[in-house]
């Protein structure tokens, strides 16, 4: 399946249904009066958040939703029939935005959260509405009101519990391939991951999903390289995973590159709890080893003060486990702050 994290669509909700204008005609009854039903109402535009969508994928082949119009009244006070409501599912993270993609509509950051985007005309009302002791034979009857319609923005911001980031060629992708089913694209030449990618990683008998970003550089934050177009994703991320590849000569630099790109993309993103993973230990020696950590840990107090530097390899396994626990830990921490404080504004409300 192919990933789309944004699109911009046309939905349009359905027009009401004309009053009608009718009198009754029977054997015998020679003032029947007026019997014109009312009109129906038109569709609704619905968006619903669904758990089991990760991309927005549906809708770039099909810009166009239009709910369907309510249908005229009829003579013998029939009222028309409602229009069909159009739901329109979307993943789990999902933001909506107004046409210029910068108001916010909604947030669907719940499974099956619903909202409605566009509500359908009323029916118009038939003659018999009108009727009254002054006004026995009414002629009038009402047009449907029409239904709303507007562009939006669709934007998705993947929802993980945690973020792998890193410059390209850090071993991101190998390090989700050794530790999930997920089965990312590995190759050595940078940007070989062009889509985020995720995986459900276990470890004790626990279980959370890490995904996997496209490779920041320097300038993404501004529009350069690829990671610009997915720094958004690192928002819904609880903890952040760092990968900076040992094999490099620098290794600080290459920690700082990224830290001041998630610094200056802000949004909070730099202030998640962070883990540095010195990967790629299956090629240096023990000197190395401690000398790089060391260097890695010196940077990350200033940069990212409380961030636990550990030594891994994705390819060789060296480390993962006690990464993975690290993680978890992280992971169980936000899960109980989430839960306890879904307690207290359940207490609140109560």
């Known amino acids: 399946m192919k990933f789309l994290d944004q699109a911009k669509i046309y939905v349009q909700s359905g027009d009401g249904g004309a009053g009608c204008v009718g009198f009754r005609r029977e054997k015998f009854i020679e003032y029947g009066g007026p019997d014109g039903g009312d009109g129906g109402r038109g569709g609704d535009v619905i968006v619903v958040a669904v758990a089991n969508l990760n991309t927005l994928i549906d809708y770039r082949y099909q810009q166009h939703f239009r709910a369907d119009k309510g249908r005229h009244g009829a003579g013998q006070n029939r009222t028309g029939a409602g229009g069909k409501d159009i739901v329109l599912k979307v993943p789990v993270g999902t933001q909506i935005f107004e046409e210029d993609n910068e108001t916010l509509i909604a947030d669907m950051t719940e499974p099956g959260q619903t909202i409605f985007l566009c509500k359908g005309g009323d029916g118009g009302f038939g003659n018999t509405h009108y009727k009254s002791s002054t006004n026995q034979a009414p002629r009038r009857a009402d047009p ?93 991320c609880g903890a952040i995973f760092h990968l900076v590849d040992g094999a490099q000569d620098d290794i600080a630099a290459a920690y700082r590159t990224v830290r001041k790109e998630l610094a200056t993309y802000g949004k909070g993103v730099e202030d998640k709890p962070e883990i540095v993973g010195l990967n790629k230990i299956d090629a240096l020696t023990p000197e190395a080893i401690k000398k790089k950590r060391a260097a890695l840990v010196r940077v990350a107090r200033k940069l990212s003060p409380g961030a636990a530097v550990m030594a891994l390899s994705g390819h060789s396994g060296a480390g993962v486990t006690e990464v993975l626990r690290a993680l978890a830990a992280h992971v169980r921490a936000r899960r109980a702050a989430d839960a306890a404080h879904a307690a207290a504004t359940a207490e609140d409300v109560s």
């Open 144 to 236: 449907g009101w029409p239904g709303e319609e507007r562009w939006i923005w669709l934007r998705l911001k993947l929802i993980a519990d945690i973020g792998l980031v890193g410059l390209p060629n850090a071993g991101k992708s190998t390090f989700l391939a050794a530790t999930s089913r997920a089965r990312p694209k590995i190759a050595d030449y940078p940007f070989t991951t062009l889509k985020p990618q995720l995986g459900v990683v276990g470890v004790d008998e626990e279980e959370f999903v890490v995904a996997d970003l496209p490779g920041l550089i320097e300038g993404a934050s501004e529009g350069r390289g690829l990671g610009h177009r997915f720094l958004g994703h690192v928002e819904r």
